[in-house]
């Protein structure tokens, strides 16, 4: 039953894995919605987990399986901070919209 | 090649010795508010325990093996040729015990004189940071070492002088102490760095086994470390801010400006004796410097009237004795006046505190007079002192300045042997005036003494006051020091002192001089009982004391310029140094500074804005926009590895 | 590899169905198809307690925070009201950069990483989910994590405990600690107010 190979070719991991993350990069670029700006980033935080998974498969290290983890739990952290701050901003602007947001101009 | 002087071994009372005032410093510091008056007793305390350590260490820094002498603890290697580590050897160990032991007294002293000071806490806090930094000074084994302990001293009396920071005065004595020392500091600095440059190591051991590497550079080495030395000691021409700093409170005064602290230079000679005794002109110098300090300062104790003053004169006279002796040659003679000095000076300075603590903060003796009736123990203290220092056998004084005069002869220096003698005379004149002028008569001031402590009224009257023998039993203590001290000299090469350091400094084996030590004994004593002569006749007979109050104004009013002036030393330094400085600063703040820096600094700012200008067009503050640019930037560098290298 | 073509298909729909959507409410939806499709690639590649992990943290736990927060927020008198776009051009241009930037990683990927590499250690064989001792198990990985990497886990809990304190600190109470009750009412009021007067302008 000892197997190896992965069941597909490393470069689709990776290919798959880039177009999830381009795909929320262009979410994060094109949405006016804070909290649709946020799922874009879990999208890109998603991504990069497949490839650091593909890779442990791939080497047979289980280094990547801790980078995971790491980074799961980074997301969560950055989740639930990103959405403090979208609630703690629309409380006082009663506005979700990321553009009339725009007090750091220099 | 590492020469260690002294035995190197595991010697854990070094580091109490050591760090138990800095303990006792940062405890009183941290814990000032809490402590309030408890902070004299916590403060004495890690003194006094740092005294009997240091007697029980006294088999350690004596002991010898194999050709070194005394305890070496090893501290910490930093690099090549810098190797700190703690040594106690006769020398170190006779400082420690006058730091610690003198330092004791002059703390439980401290208690009572600081008594209603709000800032008790914070006097000890310093006092014990200076014992730490004393220590740290007399106990290194290198002159890294010895130079930190230098400078910490120095911000120590810096701190003390200027205790009472809402005095104007006082602050600008504190100012002038700390420059002048840093002077010396500096020139000890260069010293290292000649002798790390030649010899490659900063350790005494290393660089007195190699003295002949320094060549024609010794005279400098000497020089510079002799400047450090006399700034810190109060030698010509540096000695213009001892004076001054008598603005701190007097038992400061007696602990760090009579007993230890200005005998730095003192330590520093002795220390370095190899140094000296390689250069001849060194010598010469160092002595005919001390030589001339001590006459200056005696005769300029004449001139003053008040009281700590004249003390701080006289100091600076007897360290003169002291640089003069270690200057010649005469080691063992020039650190015995240190260890007499210690003890009667600090009487001196005690005795005094006692007399401006009932008088109420009067410090002038033409105010005084009289107070042989109203303070009888500080009259029998303060006669101790003065017949000390004035050499009358039988008193401390009277050994240390008989070796150190006698010695300038068996070195072959006639001229000093006249200057010391004759700095005697004088100087039994000007105490015996401040003693006669003290204390005999009628009393002539206004600060009503009829009550103990009455300068010092608490609230609602009560006198607020701390127990008398605290100031009394360290004065008495003083007091027997200040007459047995000396004992230990006599036998002159089969005393008890010159067995002590037998093996510290080098063997002495000088032709006898043309005259005898008895003779010169005989000499001295004739000029000193002269000197009590004429200030008895001016200032004691029954004509004399009944028109004191005209008598002392109208020698006030006929002081000699040169005397009132201090023989120009202040008006020389401002002249030569601080109007060339200001001048300095005058052409660089008019041209340089407004036309050169600001005008880079403006126009750094000009430029800042419009360069801020420019990049501001890009802070939109549109987060999408950020995006787009960060990913634009992303995008250039996969372009970058794609094409061009794609991913190794 | 059909399982692997048929999730590639679901994860980037989905993907492009979170973006795309109009209300947030369908974005989550797409979400969690999106993790449940990926949790079932993590275990195709022996990460069976990350597939585990990636269903309860982010299918159980974020994505209910989204939930909760979008809820919170429509609840209020003008949900997700939006004002111009500032930035009507910036549309085509960003999303030709990102396909540019795809294409490029993808090409430059391609030309390096091998279709199969040979794995650096086989120290465990790869045997059937959820059995001890082979590749990915959940004992291999708590041991992995446990000792040699004792030190990144300790490091999650410290991030997890700041963001924690600083969600508490950007979205809990607005109102200041006042320790009067009488001045507790007037602070409260003065808020409603000013939170009134702030919506008029809407």
Request: aromatic residues 12%; glycine residues 10%; charged residues 10%.
């Given at each position: ?106 | ?265 003192v ?19 160092v002595g005919t410097i001390g030589g001339l300090t001590a006459l200056v300062g005696a005769i300029l104790g004449i ?7 004249i003390l701080?004169y006289s100091t600076m006279s007897q360290i003169g004795y002291m640089i003069m002796g270690v200057g010649a040659g005469a080691y063992a003679a020039g650190v015995a006046h240190f260890f007499t000095h210690a003890f009667f000076k600090?009487l001196l ?34 006669l101790v002192g003065v017949l000390a220092i004035s050499g009358i056998p039988g008193f401390s004084g009277f050994f240390s300045k008989d070796a150190v005069i006698y010695g300038m002869l068996q070195h072959g220096h006639p001229w000093l042997y006249a200057v010391g003698i004759l700095t005697a005379g004088i100087t039994a004149y000007y105490m015996f005036r401040l003693f006669f ?45 200040a007459t047995i001290a000396g004992y230990v000299l006599i036998g002159g090469g089969?005393s008890?002192w010159s ?9 002495e084996?000088l032709p006898r001089p043309v005259i005898g030590e008895g003779l010169t004994t005989v000499i001295a004593l004739v000029v000193v009982l002269c000197g009590i002569g004429i200030a008895y006749l001016r ?110 | ?202």
């Amino acid at each position: 039953m000892t197997q190896t190979l992965l069941p597909v070719a490393l470069a689709n991991y990776v290919g798959l894995s880039a177009v999830i993350f381009f795909i929320g990069v262009a979410g994060v670029m094109l949405r006016r919605n804070p909290l649709v700006m946020l799922m874009s980033i879990e999208l890109m935080w998603n991504a990069a987990n497949l490839l650091f998974l593909a890779f442990a498969r791939a080497w047979m290290n289980d280094a990547g399986h801790i980078f995971a983890f790491l980074v799961i739990t980074v997301a969560a952290a950055e989740a639930a901070i990103g959405l403090a701050i979208v609630v703690a901003v629309f409380r006082t602007a009663r506005n979700v919209d990321v553009d009339e947001v725009a007090l750091m101009k220099g | 090649m590492h020469h260690v002087m002294g035995v190197d071994g595991y010697y854990p009372l070094l580091y109490v010795i050591w760090l138990l005032p800095l303990l006792g410093a940062v405890a009183c510091w941290a814990f000032g508010p809490q402590l309030k008056r408890t902070a004299g007793a916590l403060g004495s305390a890690t003194i006094g325990a740092s005294f009997v350590a240091t007697l029980l260490s006294w088999g350690a820094a004596t002991q010898s093996a194999g050709g070194a002498l005394g305890a070496h603890a090893h501290l910490f290697s930093w690099m090549p040729g810098w190797n700190f580590g703690l040594l106690l050897d006769p020398l170190s160990l006779l400082w420690v015990l006058v730091i610690t032991g003198v330092g004791f007294l002059i703390h439980v002293y401290s208690i009572g004189y600081m008594y209603t000071d709000r800032a008790i806490a914070r006097f000890f806090a310093y006092m014990n940071f200076f014992v730490f930094a004393m220590l740290t000074l007399v106990l290194s084994d290198n002159f890294v070492g010895l130079l930190v302990g230098w400078g910490l001293v120095g911000l120590a009396s810096y701190f003390l002088i200027g205790f009472w920071f809402h005095k104007p005065s006082a602050v600008a004595a504190a100012r002038k102490a700390f420059v002048i020392n840093v002077v010396g500091d500096v020139a000890i600095m260069f010293a290292i760095f000649i002798m790390f440059s030649r010899i490659g190591s900063i350790s005494f051991g290393d660089v007195f086994a190699h003295v002949d590497r320094l060549g024609s550079l010794l005279f400098l080495v000497c020089l510079c470390l002799f400047v450090g030395a006399a700034a810190k000691s109060a030698q010509i021409p540096l000695h213009t801010w001892l004076p001054d700093a008598m603005e701190g409170p007097t038992p400061v005064s007696a602990l760090i400006h009579a007993a230890t602290m200005v005998t730095a230079g003192v330590y520093l000679v002795a220390r370095c004796w190899p140094l000296w005794n390689a250069s001849p002109d060194a010598q010469m110098l160092v002595g005919t410097i001390g030589g001339l300090t001590a006459l200056v300062g005696a005769i300029l104790g004449i001139s003053q009237w008040d009281i700590k003053r004249i003390l701080a004169y006289s100091t600076m006279s007897q360290i003169g004795y002291m640089i003069m002796g270690v200057g010649a040659g005469a080691y063992a003679a020039g650190v015995a006046h240190f260890f007499t000095h210690a003890f009667f000076k600090a009487l001196l300075f005690l005795g005094s505190g006692i007399i401006i603590h009932e008088l109420g903060d009067e410090q002038d003796v033409r105010r005084m007079g009289g107070l042989m009736k109203k303070l009888p123990f500080a009259f029998w203290c303060m006669l101790v002192g003065v017949l000390a220092i004035s050499g009358i056998p039988g008193f401390s004084g009277f050994f240390s300045k008989d070796a150190v005069i006698y010695g300038m002869l068996q070195h072959g220096h006639p001229w000093l042997y006249a200057v010391g003698i004759l700095t005697a005379g004088i100087t039994a004149y000007y105490m015996f005036r401040l003693f006669f002028v003290t204390f005999l008569g009628e009393y002539r001031g206004t600060a009503d003494t009829s009550a103990p402590g009455a300068g010092h009224a608490g609230p609602g009257g009560r006198p607020a006051h701390a127990p008398g023998w605290l100031m009394a039993v360290p004065v008495g203590i003083l007091a027997v020091f200040a007459t047995i001290a000396g004992y230990v000299l006599i036998g002159g090469g089969a005393s008890p002192w010159s067995r002590f350091f037998a093996q510290t400094f080098p063997p002495e084996s000088l032709p006898r001089p043309v005259i005898g030590e008895g003779l010169t004994t005989v000499i001295a004593l004739v000029v000193v009982l002269c000197g009590i002569g004429i200030a008895y006749l001016r200032y004691a007979t029954k004509e004399a004391l009944a028109n004191a109050p005209t008598r002392l104004a109208r020698e006030s009013a006929r002081m000699p310029a040169p005397l009132v002036h201090l023989f120009y030393f202040d008006d020389a330094i401002e002249w030569l140094f601080v109007r060339p400085a200001q001048l300095l600063g005058e052409i660089f703040g008019r041209f340089f500074d407004p036309r050169v820096i600001d005008g880079a600094v403006q126009e750094t700012a000009v430029s800042s804005q419009w360069l801020g200008a420019l990049v501001r067009s890009a802070q939109t503050g549109l987060l999408r926009a950020y995006v787009v640019i960060v990913v634009f930037g992303a995008a250039c560098f996969i372009a970058y590895y794609a094409l061009a290298g794609g991913v190794r | 590899m059909i399982l692997f073509w048929g999730l590639a298909i679901v994860l980037i729909g989905s993907a492009v169905w979170v973006v795309a959507a109009k209300k947030p409410v369908h974005s989550v939806v797409g979400l969690l198809l999106h993790f449940a499709a990926l949790a079932i690639l993590y275990l195709s590649l022996s990460a069976e307690f990350l597939a585990v992990v990636q269903i309860i943290v982010y299918s159980g736990a974020i994505l209910v925070l989204f939930l909760f927060v979008i809820a919170l927020l429509s609840s209020g008198v003008a949900p997700f009201s939006m004002g111009p776009n500032r930035m009507p051009k910036a549309a085509v241009p960003a999303a030709i950069l990102a396909l540019i930037a795809l294409g490029l990683f993808v090409y430059g990927v391609s030309r390096g990483v091998p279709a199969h590499p040979v794995p650096i250690a086989a120290a465990a064989p790869v045997g059937p989910v959820g059995a001890p001792g082979v590749f990915g198990s959940v004992a291999d990985f708590g041991r992995a994590l446990f000792t040699a990497n004792l030190l990144p886990f300790e490091i999650t809990a410290f991030i997890l405990m700041v963001a924690v304190v600083g969600v508490v600190l950007l979205a809990g109470d607005a109102a200041p600690y006042v320790p009067s009750r009488k001045r507790a009412r007037r602070a409260e009021r003065e808020m409603r107010e000013a939170a009134l007067r702030g919506g008029d302008t809407q």
